[in-house]
């Protein structure tokens, strides 16, 4: 039982890891492209229709890999199938 709660508590460190880096890469990535954008707004304002387009495609497209990340996280958070593999065992 022991052996138990030692990958639980590893899955929950691996959980809280996936989940903060991939919100730090997600606030890297937009903070970045939304830096370029502005700067490339103030060099040529008639461009900022599209490249607004654009960078709202890549924002989703950003958050997206991130919720991916979130979703696997959540799943080893509600059913760990390495949890399930060790009782079966015993």
Known sequence: M??????QSLT???IGIIIGLGA?????????????FLESAARQPELVPMLQGRMFLLAGL???AFIIGLAVA?????????VGEITSRL
């Not at 730090?24 to 370029?36: F, R, V």
């Not at 959540?74 to 390495?82: G, H, I, K």
């Open 2 to 7: 022991e052996f138990i709660a030692q990958v």
């Open 12 to 14: 929950a460190i691996a």
């Open 24 to 36: 730090l890469g997600a606030c890297l990535g937009i903070a970045i492209m939304g830096s370029k």
């Open 62 to 64: 950003i958050d997206a």
């Open 74 to 82: 959540l799943f080893f958070a509600v059913s760990n199938p390495l």
